[in-house]
Structure formats: structure tokens, C-alpha cells
């Protein structure tokens, strides 16, 4: 599976050749993510998942394919 965020799209390569893209806007914390940290990510749950440690947000390919949107930042306490 690989993974791309653009400035305009989340885009994730499945293992079975599919290709699923959202809009970057749908997940604020990536949306408001630098490059970099756009591009530190790392699969979790078997591949069930995408982690971004520095943001500190998770994703399930799930949701992706179902369309479930990111939830509003929340302030850090």
C-alpha cells in the first residue's frame, strides 16, 4: 500500500490495485499539516490503518473507502 497527501488530495494505493482519493480537506489535521509531516506516515493494524505520528492522526482504509470524514481540530490541552 503507499500513501500520498497533495495540498488538494489523500490518495491511498490498495494491495488489490485499487486507488481511493479524497479531498485533504476532509482531514484538517492533515490539511494543516506541512509537507513533511504530511509524508511521515506509517501503516498500522496490519495495514488496516495509516498513522501520521507528528500530526498525530489515524485513519482506517475503511472509513477512506466509506467516506468518513475527519473530525474538527480540538485544542491541545
Same mark, same amino acid.
Given at each position: ?8 488530495? /489523500? ?7 485499487? %486507488?481511493? @482519493? ?6 484538517? %489535521? $492533515?490539511?494543516?499539516? @506541512?509537507?513533511?509531516? %504530511?509524508?511521515?506516515?506509517? /501503516?498500522?493494524?496490519?495495514? *488496516? ?7 498525530? *492522526?489515524? /485513519? @482506517?482504509?475503511?472509513?477512506? $473507502?466509506?467516506?468518513?470524514?475527519? @473530525?474538527? $481540530?480540538?485544542?491541545?490541552?
Amino acid at each position: 500500500m503507499k500513501v500520498t497527501v497533495s495540498d488538494d488530495e /489523500l490518495t491511498v494505493d490498495l494491495v488489490d490495485g485499487r %486507488r481511493i @482519493s479524497v479531498p485533504v480537506v476532509w482531514y484538517p %489535521r $492533515l490539511l494543516n499539516a @506541512s509537507a513533511a509531516q %504530511r509524508q511521515d506516515w506509517e /501503516l498500522i493494524g496490519e495495514g *488496516e490503518g495509516i498513522h501520521w505520528p507528528q500530526i498525530d *492522526e489515524d /485513519l @482506517s482504509v475503511v472509513g477512506i $473507502l466509506k467516506g468518513t470524514r475527519g @473530525s474538527q $481540530l480540538r485544542p491541545r490541552a
